[in-house]
């Protein structure tokens, strides 16, 4: 599936999320933290969606690239944060519920890294220079290769099941 905006990408949904747990757990008055902290894991937690936005805005996935390395190491240090608050707080009983917003935030960081993984893994697979490269000779060619690609999938996907094509089709997922 192809993105136009940012905002429709589900990465970007669940880092906007990650930024709400932060919000949310910093508006908890049981969390104890200094300025300097509570600075740097909101200004962390919020870098993980900018920079997934600035990266898409960009037009070229070499730059693209680049953004959701930083957004990944912003998730990665949302994560070291809390850990580190953890280590800190076996000293002192937290409320069960600041455990447990606690948990869901690292949880969400962890889900952003690894479909930002998932994302940079694919794109640098890709022959795909960026939007900003796209000329009407490459979107020509780029849209004959999609139908060549469907057409391809529905003449395989009409041989018979027992038919060795569509079976080694099948198990490779293309189909």
Request: glycine share 6%; aromatic share 6%; hydrophobic share 35%.
């Amino acid at each position: 599936m192809t993105y136009q905006r940012f905002e429709d990408l589900p990465v970007w949904q669940k880092a906007a999320d990650l930024y709400e747990l932060t919000e949310e757990l910093l508006g908890n008055d049981s969390f104890p933290v200094t300025r300097g902290f509570r600075d740097q894991l909101d200004r962390a937690a919020l870098s993980v969606s900018n920079n997934i936005a600035e990266g898409f805005e960009r037009g070229t996935t070499k730059e693209l690239l680049a953004f959701i390395y930083i957004a990944r190491g912003s998730a990665g240090e949302v994560r070291s944060m809390l850990c580190l608050k953890e280590r800190r707080s076996m000293k002192a009983a937290w409320p069960p519920d600041l455990k447990s917003q606690i948990s869901n935030l690292k949880s969400t960081a962890e889900s952003c890294s690894r479909q930002l993984r998932g994302w940079a893994d694919s794109l640098q697979n890709s022959d795909i220079e960026g939007p900003r490269h796209l000329t009407d000779k490459s979107r020509q060619a780029e849209d004959r290769q999609k139908r060549a690609t469907a057409l391809k999938k529905e003449i395989l996907r009409k041989l018979p099941a027992s038919n060795p094509l569509r079976k080694d089709a099948e198990q490779r997922g293309l189909i």
